[in-house]
């Protein structure tokens, strides 16, 4: 058994993916955009994880754009019969880099045929509409005309699952209303709680929830002194508690750490390992309390 397994496995859409997996956004240049500054180092950590057990690889075409979506294909084809990768549509680049809302139906359209193109693929196995009614994070507003476009697509064989990303509650309700959703990806770590209902909401009903940012990403970095305390303890780094602490928050949650550094990785993988003892999982749960107050 390798250490990915130990985090266990939950489905995704028909498929069966290990909990522990990969996002690949950290592949590109600085700001996600751009080619990486070292090509073959890139390709050695796509090849890595997938070699150390990773199946569920998270990643899209304006990640660059179109920079990490190719060094998937040139990484990992022919690409392993269990390897579910999941792609995001529904933004794109500026030149300057800056991140747009892509919702148009031909945007989208365009943006399912440039995934397919640069990852070599006749069908995407998860497609997850990416809502941009405010960049930075969830904001209420209608989805049912982006996602019709989706659905299209699926009917036309081009998408097998459709998922969601940066969304309310009510936007995985109305979502649910119009086809079948497998998975929700959405900010959230040991202090950024608001998603705690929805997340068992889910488990309930079988869905994917695929957590990002499990420090808190570079525009609002978790510090605590809590977490750091508790890595010490157990003789371990912060990021892999952090991610222990998601793997025992639900079984649902699917984690996708990101990297352009394979001993980076190999740290992030061997979370899959680490035992929360009770008494350390009363204190990380105290953050977010800690955190809001």
Not at 13 to 22: A, E, I, P, Q
Not at 40 to 55: F, H, I, P
Not at 117 to 126: A, F, I, K, R
Not at 166 to 192: K, M, S
Request: net charge negative; with cysteine; proline share 6%.
């Amino acid at each position: 058994m390798s250490r990915v397994d130990r985090a266990g496995a939950f489905p995704l859409g028909d498929r069966t993916v290990r909990r522990l997996g990969y996002g690949a956004m950290q592949l590109a240049g600085p700001g996600v955009f751009g080619p990486p500054k070292d090509r073959d180092a890139a390709l050695a950590v796509l090849r890595k994880a997938v070699a150390s057990g990773v199946n569920h690889i998270d990643t899209s075409d304006y990640y660059g754009p179109y920079v990490v979506n190719e060094l998937i294909r040139e990484a990992l084809t022919p690409y392993p019969d269990d390897l579910v990768i999941v792609t995001k549509v529904g933004c794109r680049r500026g030149t300057d880099g800056s991140w747009l809302p892509a919702f148009s139906r031909e945007e989208l359209t365009q943006a399912v045929h440039d995934n397919l193109q640069h990852l070599g693929l006749h069908s995407l196995d998860v497609v997850n509409l990416r809502l941009m009614f405010d960049v930075m994070k969830p904001a209420e507003g209608s989805l049912a005309k982006p996602l019709s476009v989706l659905v299209d697509l699926q009917r036309q064989g081009l998408i097998r699952h459709i998922g969601l990303s940066n969304v309310t509650p009510t936007q995985v309700a109305e979502a649910r209303g119009i086809c079948n959703i497998v998975c929700v990806q959405n900010h959230y770590n040991l202090a950024n709680r608001a998603d705690d209902t929805l997340i068992d909401q889910l488990a309930g009903d079988g869905i994917a929830y695929v957590p990002y940012f499990p420090l808190g990403g570079a525009w609002s970095p978790l510090q605590s002194s809590t977490l750091s305390d508790v890595a010490q303890r157990l003789g371990a780094t912060p990021m892999q508690v952090a991610l222990a602490w998601l793997l025992r928050r639900s079984p649902n949650i699917l984690i996708i750490p990101g990297t352009s550094s394979e001993a980076h990785l190999r740290e992030n993988l061997a979370a899959a390992e680490l035992h929360l003892p009770d008494d350390a999982l009363e204190q990380l749960d105290g953050i977010a309390s800690t955190t809001s107050a």
